[in-house]
């Protein structure tokens, strides 16, 4: 069975300071991760990561993968009360052009 | 990225009605796909949604309980049927352009 799971699940930490959230899987046919920041209903999408080791970089974002030990993490930095929401890490199978996602990480950003 | 509207935002229903959430894309794209969210939890696959086939469901969802429509590449309904309050959920629609966007969501809670 194809498994995303995501940590921590919560994490609280104050604005300024440095996150990073933790995504690992195991499926049957990758063929890329995506990380969401969802805030309300709708994951707005932040990073597609396919090969490993190229660090994709956004602001204050960044996100990098590792497909031999089949991880990937998002770090913040610098975060503001703006970037607390949840983290969604997917998985998308190959072939199946389907999503699996993880768990979620909800990040509180305390001013 | 495309731009998905989705309807309605959100609905309290009934329990034993049913209520169709329409998602329209601003450009024509071959596969849609629907989702829900249970609250606390993460989003999971219902189906994917092919303009002139029957739309392929993901185990644990059957078409009775979740009809779709697809009359055209731009278009698309998920029906939730004869609901009760287990299906209080974000339902939400996605197309695969290089990222999965996502609609806007539906809230429903069921009464």
């Known amino acids: 069975e194809d498994k995303v799971v995501q940590s921590p699940l919560s994490l609280v930490v104050h604005e300024g300071d440095t996150v990073t959230l933790n995504c690992s899987y195991e499926?049957?046919?990758?063929?890329?991760l995506l990380w969401y920041k969802q805030e309300k209903k709708a994951p707005t999408f932040l990073f597609m990561l396919?090969?490993?080791?190229i660090e994709k970089k956004s602001g204050r974002l960044s996100s990098i993968l590792d497909k031999k030990e089949l991880f990937s993490i998002l770090n913040i930095t610098a975060t503001q009360t703006g970037d607390s929401a949840v983290y969604l890490c997917?998985?998308?199978?190959?072939?199946?052009?389907?999503?699996?996602f993880g768990q979620g990480t909800r990040l509180t950003i305390n001013p | 990225s495309a731009v998905i509207s989705q309807k309605p935002s959100r609905d309290i229903c009934q329990r034993g009605t049913s209520l169709t959430i329409q998602c329209q894309v601003d450009?024509?794209?071959?596969?849609m796909f629907w989702y829900r969210q249970q609250p606390g939890q993460s989003l999971t696959l219902i189906a994917t949604?092919?303009?002139?086939?029957?739309?392929?469901?993901e185990s644990g969802f059957v078409i009775d309980k979740f009809p779709i429509s697809r009359p055209n590449l731009t278009f698309s309904t998920l029906t939730v049927s004869n609901m009760s309050p287990e299906d209080s959920s974000i339902y939400l629609c996605?197309?695969?352009?290089?990222?999965?966007?996502f609609g806007s969501g539906t809230r429903l809670t069921v009464v």
């Open positions: 996605s197309v695969d352009d290089s990222g999965y966007t």
């Open positions: 499926v049957t046919n990758f063929r890329s």
């Open positions: 396919t090969s490993s080791g």
């Open positions: 997917a998985v998308e199978i190959q072939g199946a052009q389907k999503l699996v």
């Open positions: 450009s024509q794209v071959t596969m």
């Open positions: 949604a092919n303009q002139g086939s029957e739309a392929t469901y």
